[in-house]
Structures are given as C-alpha cells and as structure tokens.
C-alpha cells in the first residue's frame, strides 16, 4: 500500500513539472491533454481503448462487456457529432469515461483488496494514456532546449554498419504506398501491440485477485520515463530531417545538411549542428527498437501465435525506423542494449537481485555509456575502419544479449519435481 502510494505521488509529482515545463513554452502540458480528452477529439482512439483493456484484467468478464458497452455507447454520439460539424471523426472519449467511471467506483464502492486491486487496473489504464502524454510533452522540451544536434557524427558512425537506414529508405520507398501505409500502422499502434501482450500475461489476475510480479507494462512504461532523458544528453533528429528533409516534406529544409536521404551516403567530416525549434531530438536511443524488443521478450512465454505476433512486431519496427528515416543504425543497436538493461533492473527489482542481475545492470550500462562516447568522438574512426568498428558494434550488443538470456535463464523459477515415496511395508 505504501509502495503504490509513493509512486503515484512521485509520478503525480512528475506530470506537474511537465506540465509547467510546457506552459513556459505556451503549451499545454500532459495533464491538461489528458484533462481536454474527456471531451475533446482524442489524439490516440486506439491508445485509450487499450489503456481501458489493461484496466479490464481486473473485472470480471460479464464487467468487462458491459464496460467495452458503455465505452462504445458513450463513443457513438461524440462521433455523430463531430461527423455533423465537419469535424475531424476520432474515438476514444468513452473509454476514457469508462476508466475514470471506474476510478471513482473503486473510492465508493469498494472496500479492502478490491478498492486496491481496482485502483491498481484503473492506475495501469491511465499511466499508459499518461505515458504517450508525457512523451509528448518530453519531445517538446527536447525541441526548445537543445538548439543543437549530433546527427552528422551519428551519420558518420553509422558508415561502420553500412548505412542501414538509407538502405532501408531506398526499399520502404520501393515498395510503394502499400509498404508504407503498413509499416506506419505497425510503427504507430506499437502501444497495442503492447497491451495486447500484457493481457495475455495479466489474464488469470481477475480470478486470482493480484497482479504477478512482473509483467510486461513495467518496463515499459519506465523505458518511457528514462529513454527521453537520454535525448537531452544525445541530441539528433534523425536522417529524414537532418539529411532528406527536401524531398519528404518533413517541413525543416533549411535547415538541413543537404537533400540526400536515403539516395548518396552522408560525408565523413562531422561537427554539431543547429536545428529547428519544433522537432523532437528523440533519436537516439531507438525507443521504438527498445518497445519492441520488450515486447518480443515478454511474448516467447506465450502460445504459439503470440510469439509470431511479438516477432513480426519487431522486425516490422526496425524496417520502419530505418525505412522512414527516423533513426540510424547505431540508434538500433542503442536501443537493444538500453531496453535489455532496464529490463533485467525492473524485472531484479520485482523477482530480486542476484550476482549475475547486478553485473549485467552494470556491463549494460557501461556498454550504453561507450557507445554514446563512441559515437559522439570516435565517429569518424568507426566510419574509416568499418571492418573492424562495425563487428565491434555488434558484439557488444550481443555480449549484452548473451548477459541476458544466461541472466534470465539462471533466475527464473524452476518447476518443483514431483515426489514419489518409496514404497513402505505393511504392518501384518
């Protein structure tokens, strides 16, 4: 109780700064966004229909469809409205109502464990919805206080894995219309993906009546809490702006290095660079890659169709970051290792610490760190010896895979063997 209590002061405490944060900017922040959403056209139908389907692994399943009812009847006279006055037609305002309406049932209706275990669904619900308004709000900041980005010495350092990205535009671009309409829906919808997965892993809590330990909505609501501060420290915007901005219409052209993207290779004299206030610097890491890599881990415990599910979703992912040119490879590689580290800390921090937990905390954050370093001051060295810093580049992520499958391997709970008693005399 406690526990639950510090942080949803703590994150209530968050959201504040944020939001003050982005008023000084002449924006509203994330609360007032979440606030407006109870009557105006959501940003995300999708998203908070997902937050209510977290929120549904505590109801039972009677409760469940009358709460997907009501949220759809509540949806249905907001959409014919705004069809009637031209408006833009988005959903979501009734799953909203439904889990705030929760919200309040659980303060008066509910006493105990279940008052508990109904806030816990309601307060997992919302911080997804809360998270994606955060984001937002982080991108901003990100916008307004980091005049100046690294994306040339990115660029360079990622001639030692070949130009990923540029060779994945040329392909997206190939595809045609179909491609890229699909890979965006995949690229955008990543949170459901997400749920989708949580609630195969939450399915047994409203007969259990408590969550598991650990679950997949953990991490991933803190890889969205800690990846932005890394874009304050590592600022880049990413190749369709720094480098294609000309031919897709991104809206910063003149700004620009040159109109190259994803057809000539970037050169190999890097220095820092000034950009526009409006785009986000959310490059590096690859928070994409590290959603998706979470959401692959968390689906092999899964039936079959699962683990296809979380394996097409990855590799989908990675297509479309280099393929619509919002990362580079070396971002990717970031991001696997950043996702796996936090990961193996949420996941210690739930089950406990071990040896093998803390060191491999450790050597991923050390190897985050010196992929950070090396790029940034050894960019042009990775691009002239690529032979020898492109296999180095992956085998430090894969030094951290290995770490984490031996980790995980060595931590999870072994299945107790059945005891046979050995047969005993009879008294005669």
């Not at 526009?276 to 998706?292: E, F, K, Q, V, Y």
């Not at 406990?352 to 370093?373: M, N």
């Not at 499958?405 to 931590?411: E, Y």
Request: aromatic letters at 12%; hydrophobic letters at 50%.
């Amino acid at each position: 109780m406690i526990l639950w209590a510090t942080a949803g002061v703590v994150t209530l405490g968050f959201l504040i700064v944020l939001e003050i944060a982005a008023r000084r900017y002449g924006l509203p922040g994330p609360i007032t966004n979440q606030v407006q959403e109870v009557i105006l056209p959501p940003a995300s139908g999708p998203l908070l229909y997902a937050g209510m389907a977290l929120m549904m692994v505590v109801l039972t399943w009677r409760e469940r469809f009358v709460a997907l009812g009501i949220a759809v009847a509540i949806d249905i006279p907001f959409f014919l409205v705004r069809w009637a006055l031209g408006e833009k037609l988005t959903f979501g305002n009734g799953a909203l109502w439904v889990v705030l309406g929760y919200a309040v049932i659980a303060v008066t209706r509910r006493t105990g464990k279940e008052r508990m275990l109904l806030l816990k669904g309601v307060g997992l619900g919302l911080l997804l919805v809360a998270g994606r308004k955060t984001g937002d709000a982080w991108l901003l900041i990100t916008s307004k206080t980091r005049p100046t980005v690294l994306d040339q010495y990115v660029a360079t350092a990622d001639h030692a894995l070949g130009n990923p990205s540029w060779l994945a535009g040329r392909i997206v671009r190939a595809a045609g219309p179909f491609g890229e309409h699909f890979l965006d829906f995949v690229y955008v919808q990543l949170a459901v993906a997400a749920v989708v997965v949580a609630a195969y892993q939450l399915r047994n809590v409203a007969g259990e009546r408590r969550f598991p330990r650990h679950h997949l909505v953990r991490t991933f609501l803190v890889i969205g809490l800690l990846g932005p501060s890394i874009y304050m420290i590592f600022p880049v915007v990413g190749p369709v702006f720094a480098y294609g901005t000309g031919a897709f219409g991104t809206g910063g052209e003149q700004w620009a290095v040159a109109n190259i993207w994803p057809d000539t290779l970037p050169g190999m004299t890097p220095g820092p660079m000034t950009y526009d206030g409006i785009t986000p610097r959310n490059c590096m890491p690859s928070l994409h890659t590290a959603w998706a890599t979470i959401i692959f881990i968390h689906s092999r415990k899964g039936p079959r169709a699962l683990r296809y599910a979380g394996t097409f979703w990855l590799v989908a992912t990675l297509s479309a970051t280099l393929g619509f040119g919002y990362h580079y490879g070396v971002d990717l590689i970031a991001g696997v290792v950043f996702a796996l580290t936090v990961e193996v800390a949420v996941r210690s921090l739930a089950l406990g610490w071990d040896r093998s937990a803390i060191q491999l905390v450790a050597h991923g954050a050390a190897v985050f760190a010196a992929l950070l370093v090396s790029y940034r001051y050894l960019a042009v060295d990775m691009a002239t010896y690529p032979w020898i810093f492109g296999p180095l580049l992956l085998l430090a992520m894969t030094s951290v895979i290995y770490g984490y499958v031996r980790t995980t391997k060595r931590s999870a709970p072994k299945p107790t063997p059945s005891l046979h008693p050995e047969p005993q005399p009879e008294m005669v």
